[in-house]
């Protein structure tokens, strides 16, 4: 099965961090699971404080990590989670499938005169918009005089 672990973990070091994401990641292989990925989205202020083992935190550490595993690693897991000071809160979601990635085939493209395989061009970059004075703040040379001439034909 594909899991999806999201985990709020106490501040601490990006050192000490990886080791933890580490931790876990080696107690999913080491049960015969596979990580997919591993996402770290840093310190992040909480809504509220949470209480952990050594104090109350109104910020944390926030990760994922998706892997396959079966049943009985995701127990195991749980239960090294459940028991670690430095996880604050965690929760683990079945996912239904594996996350689609762009084929190989897609990413390139076949040069018609040679045959050989070729990276797709990087997108034009845009043109810059031309801007009037009058956009910027300034005023149009031919705009101001045609304006005064029109204020001065008035009666």
Not at 17 to 30: C, M, N, P, R
Not at 106 to 112: G, K, Q, S, V
Not at 116 to 125: C, E, F, M, N, S
Request: glycine share 8%; net charge positive.
């Amino acid at each position: 099965m594909l899991y999806q672990l999201l985990c709020l973990a106490r501040p601490m070091a990006a050192g000490e961090l990886s080791t933890l994401i580490k931790a876990v990641g080696q107690g999913v292989y080491g049960a015969g699971g596979v990580v997919c990925d591993v996402k770290s989205y840093g310190r992040q202020y909480l809504a509220y404080k949470i209480k952990g083992v050594r104090g109350k935190y109104e910020q944390a550490n926030i990760w994922e990590l998706e892997f396959a595993a079966s049943p009985e690693a995701l127990a195991a897991l749980n239960r090294s989670l459940r028991v670690n000071e430095d996880v604050l809160r965690y929760v683990v979601l079945r996912r239904d499938e594996m996350p689609k990635l762009p084929s190989a085939k897609a990413m390139f493209h076949r040069d018609p005169q040679y045959g050989r395989l070729l990276r797709p061009p990087p997108p034009p970059a845009a043109a810059p918009i031309p801007l009037s004075a009058a956009a910027v703040g300034g005023a149009d040379p031919a705009a101001a005089a045609a304006a005064a001439a029109a204020a001065a034909a008035r009666p």
